[in-house]
C-alpha cells in the first residue's frame, strides 16, 4: 500500500519534483514492487528484496513534493555501515550493496510495530510532553523536565506500523493482548532494541554527537531467526544533537543544533504544515540545499570520511545490480532466473 504522497509537479521550485525513474529498473526475475515513502523496493523470486533509496524527503507521513540531493545514497551508505558495525548484536537482512543508493535483502515477515527508544525529551515526545501528558506508550515520564532534557534512562516507545496514514503511538500491554507480538518474541526485542541503542549512542559520542532517539524495525526470516530490517541510525529514522556545548544550551533554554530531519519538520511547522489535508506545503525552495548539506554532514561526522556525490542513471543502477545478482551463489542465481 503506497503512503499518502503529493502529485510529482507539485510544491515551489528549488529542489528536482519527485520521480519515478526508480520504479522503472529492469531487474531480472522481478516479481513485484512496493513504493514507500523513500524507496523503491523490488522483490524476486527467490524471496529477495532490492532497495532502491530515492531522495524523496517525507514529513508527518506525508511524501513533500521536492527531492533532497544525495539524501537517497546518504540514507543507505549510513544504514548498510551501521547494520554492519550492529551485526554482533543481532543478525540483520543485509546481502549486499550493489550500488550507492541500493541494497539488497533477505526477505522478512515484518513485525507490525517499530521499536522507538528515546534519550532524551524531544521531537514527539516533547510535543506530548508540552501538552500536558506525562505517559506515552504506557511509559511514565518524570515531572519537570524541558525539551531536549535526558531521561534518567531510555525509554521504549512503540509505535504501530500502518499500511496506509500514521503510525500510532502503542503500550506494551496493548502490543500483547493484540497478539501484534507475542510475549516471548517481544522481550526479545526489548533487549535487542535497548543494546543496539546503546551501541549507537557509543558510535556517536566518538564522533562527537549524541543519538537522541530512533527506531528499528525487525522481522523474521523464512527459519524464523529475528532480524534487523529497513534503515538502521539515519537522520530519517534517527535523531542527533552535537555533544558539544549540550550542557550549555540546556542551561541557557537555547535549542540544541542537531543533525536529523527533525529540523525539516519544525521548518514546516512554523509555516503552518502539519499533514493535514487541507494544508499545502509551503515553498520548499530555501530549504533544500541546507537539507541536503545537514545530511551530507551527518554521514561525514558519523564515519569521519568525505561523502562521495554519486549521480548515476537508472541504466547504470540497473546494470550494477544485475552483476551482483550475478555473483549470488548459484543455488541463487537458478532462482532469480526462473
Given at each position: 500500500m503506497l503512503k499518502k504522497q503529493f502529485n510529482q509537479n507539485s510544491g515551489g521550485a528549488g529542489g528536482a519534483s519527485v520521480e519515478n525513474l526508480w520504479a522503472t529498473l529492469d531487474i531480472p526475475g522481478k516479481t513485484g514492487l512496493y513504493r514507500g515513502k523513500v524507496r523503491e523496493v523490488y522483490t524476486l523470486k527467490n524471496e529477495i528484496l532490492v532497495m532502491v533509496v530515492t531522495d524523496n524527503i517525507s514529513a508527518f507521513d506525508v511524501v513533500l513534493p521536492k527531492s533532497i540531493p544525495y539524501k537517497g545514497q546518504v540514507l543507505n551508505q549510513i544504514a548498510v555501515n551501521t547494520m554492519k558495525a550492529t551485526e554482533d548484536i543481532v543478525g540483520n537482512s543485509l546481502l549486499g550493496v550493489?550500488?550507492?543508493?541500493?541494497?539488497?535483502?533477505?526477505?522478512?515477515?515484518?513485525?507490525?510495530?517499530?521499536?522507538?527508544?528515546?534519550?532524551?525529551?524531544?521531537?514527539?515526545?516533547?510535543?506530548?510532553?508540552?501538552?500536558?501528558?506525562?505517559?506515552?506508550?504506557?511509559?511514565?515520564?518524570?515531572?519537570?523536565?524541558?525539551?531536549?532534557?535526558?531521561?534518567?534512562?531510555?525509554?521504549?516507545?512503540p509505535t504501530t506500523k500502518a499500511a496506509v496514514g500514521?503510525?500510532?503511538?502503542?503500550?506494551?500491554?496493548?502490543?500483547?493482548?493484540?497478539?501484534?507480538?507475542?510475549?516471548?518474541?517481544?522481550?526479545?526485542?526489548?533487549?535487542?532494541?535497548?543494546?543496539?541503542?546503546?551501541?549507537?549512542?557509543?558510535?556517536?559520542?566518538?564522533?562527537?554527537?549524541?543519538?537522541?532517539?530512533?527506531?528499528?524495525?525487525?522481522?523474521?526470516?523464512?527459519?524464523?531467526?529475528?532480524?534487523l530490517i529497513d534503515e538502521i541510525h539515519t537522520p530519517d529514522s534517527s535523531r542527533y544533537f552535537y555533544a558539544d556545548g549540550y550542557e550549555e544550551r540546556q542551561k541557557k533554554g537555547e535549542a540544541q543544533k542537531q543533525l536529523s530531519k527533525e529540523f525539516v519538520r519544525e521548518w514546516l511547522i512554523e509555516r503552518g504544515f502539519q499533514g493535514k489535508e487541507s494544508q499545502?506545503?509551503?515553498?520548499?525552495?530555501?530549504?533544500?540545499?541546507?537539507?541536503?548539506?545537514?545530511?551530507?554532514?551527518?554521514?561525514?561526522?558519523?564515519?569521519?570520511?568525505?561523502?562521495?556525490?554519486?549521480?548515476?542513471?537508472?541504466?547504470?543502477?540497473?546494470?550494477?545490480?544485475?552483476?551482483?545478482?550475478?555473483s549470488l551463489p548459484s543455488k541463487k542465481k537458478e532462482e532469480?532466473?526462473?
Amino acid at each position: 500500500m503506497l503512503k499518502k504522497q503529493f502529485n510529482q509537479n507539485s510544491g515551489g521550485a528549488g529542489g528536482a519534483s519527485v520521480e519515478n525513474l526508480w520504479a522503472t529498473l529492469d531487474i531480472p526475475g522481478k516479481t513485484g514492487l512496493y513504493r514507500g515513502k523513500v524507496r523503491e523496493v523490488y522483490t524476486l523470486k527467490n524471496e529477495i528484496l532490492v532497495m532502491v533509496v530515492t531522495d524523496n524527503i517525507s514529513a508527518f507521513d506525508v511524501v513533500l513534493p521536492k527531492s533532497i540531493p544525495y539524501k537517497g545514497q546518504v540514507l543507505n551508505q549510513i544504514a548498510v555501515n551501521t547494520m554492519k558495525a550492529t551485526e554482533d548484536i543481532v543478525g540483520n537482512s543485509l546481502l549486499g550493496v550493489p550500488h550507492p543508493r541500493v541494497s539488497v535483502h533477505k526477505l522478512c515477515t515484518p513485525y507490525k510495530v517499530e521499536m522507538v527508544i528515546r534519550g532524551y525529551l524531544s521531537g514527539h515526545a516533547w510535543r506530548e510532553y508540552k501538552a500536558g501528558k506525562r505517559m506515552i506508550c504506557g511509559v511514565e515520564m518524570p515531572e519537570g523536565m524541558k525539551e531536549n532534557d535526558k531521561f534518567p534512562k531510555p525509554i521504549i516507545t512503540p509505535t504501530t506500523k500502518a499500511a496506509v496514514g500514521h503510525d500510532e503511538d502503542i503500550s506494551k500491554e496493548d502490543i500483547l493482548e493484540s497478539e501484534l507480538v507475542n510475549a516471548f518474541d517481544y522481550e526479545k526485542l526489548e533487549r535487542y532494541t535497548y543494546a543496539l541503542f546503546d551501541r549507537g549512542t557509543e558510535l556517536a559520542a566518538r564522533r562527537g554527537l549524541i543519538l537522541v532517539d530512533t527506531k528499528y524495525e525487525f522481522g523474521t526470516d523464512s527459519e524464523g531467526n529475528i532480524l534487523l530490517i529497513d534503515e538502521i541510525h539515519t537522520p530519517d529514522s534517527s535523531r542527533y544533537f552535537y555533544a558539544d556545548g549540550y550542557e550549555e544550551r540546556q542551561k541557557k533554554g537555547e535549542a540544541q543544533k542537531q543533525l536529523s530531519k527533525e529540523f525539516v519538520r519544525e521548518w514546516l511547522i512554523e509555516r503552518g504544515f502539519q499533514g493535514k489535508e487541507s494544508q499545502q506545503v509551503p515553498d520548499m525552495t530555501e530549504i533544500i540545499d541546507p537539507t541536503s548539506g545537514r545530511y551530507i554532514e551527518l554521514y561525514e561526522k558519523l564515519f569521519g570520511r568525505t561523502f562521495m556525490r554519486n549521480n548515476d542513471s537508472p541504466e547504470i543502477v540497473t546494470s550494477d545490480i544485475r552483476v551482483f545478482l550475478k555473483s549470488l551463489p548459484s543455488k541463487k542465481k537458478e532462482e532469480v532466473k526462473n
